[in-house]
């Protein structure tokens, strides 16, 4: 079993909808949960963070996290054409910040 | 402010040989990390210098090996090159205690 296990996709979403992409993880004391975006050809960059169970939202941006059921998303309001790329969860072990588990991705594609 | 820079870029080598790939991290940083990113991947922990000492270790042979210099620039090494060795190799940088990563371009790694 993967430490985290993301939909490869793709999720192709129409511009201007909600897209949801989801996050699973199997360490139950995991702490600290990042999205990335990457773009093809390009390294991951820090899209936001979220620590608490509960949502946290940044613009257009929602991250939700459940550590019940060890899940975690994150939603794209208004989602833009510029917006498609691929989408890495990234979750930190617990107790430390020195080892991230990044699962494979969720490719998005928003069509014009 | 600098962002994370890596050099080079791009490089082919063959099996058997060895490489070296250079990071500086981005001003006010002191940890670095390696990041080995295959095709279609996630991104996965190699390791992490925090003053100048390794600070966690993924699972990954002895092989490849690293440096941080006192001005927290970083240096991965591998020795006797394998084909699976081909992929992304990331360096990001981060504020100890953080957990914010923030990548470099890259140097992808050809091996034939």
């Known amino acids: 079993q993967k430490e985290v296990e993301q939909n490869s996709g793709p999720l192709s979403v129409p511009e201007g909808a909600i897209a949801s992409l989801n996050c699973t993880y199997s360490?139950?004391?995991?702490?600290?949960f990042f999205w990335y975006r990457q773009y093809s050809g390009k390294s991951p960059e820090l899209i936001m963070f979220?620590?608490?169970?509960g949502d946290k939202e940044d613009g257009r941006f929602t991250a939700q996290l459940n550590k019940a059921s060890q899940y975690v998303s994150l939603l794209i309001r208004d989602s833009q054409p510029s917006d498609s790329a691929t989408y890495l969860c990234?979750?930190?072990?617990?107790?430390?910040?020195?080892?991230?588990?990044f699962g494979s991705g969720t490719k998005l594609n928003v069509k014009p | 402010e600098t962002g994370v820079t890596q050099s080079p870029t791009h490089l082919i080598k063959t099996r058997g040989q060895q490489v070296t790939l250079r990071c500086s991290s981005q001003?006010?940083?002191?940890?670095v990390s390696w990041y080995q990113q295959a095709l279609g991947q996630g991104p996965q922990f190699i390791f992490q210098?925090?003053?100048?000492?390794?600070?966690g270790r993924g699972n990954f042979p002895p092989r490849f090996s690293g440096l941080q210099f006192p001005n927290y620039s970083s240096e991965l090494n591998v020795n006797a090159l394998e084909l699976d060795d081909s992929a992304l190799y990331l360096c990001?940088?981060?504020?100890?205690?953080?957990?914010?990563?923030?990548f470099g371009e890259g140097s992808r790694l050809t091996v034939l």
């Open positions: 990001a940088s981060s504020d100890r205690g953080s957990g914010e990563l923030f």
């Open positions: 360490d139950r004391g995991s702490q600290s």
């Open positions: 979220i620590y608490s169970n």
């Open positions: 990234a979750v930190g072990p617990p107790g430390n910040f020195n080892k991230f588990y």
């Open positions: 001003s006010g940083h002191n940890t």
């Open positions: 210098y925090y003053r100048e000492e390794e600070n």
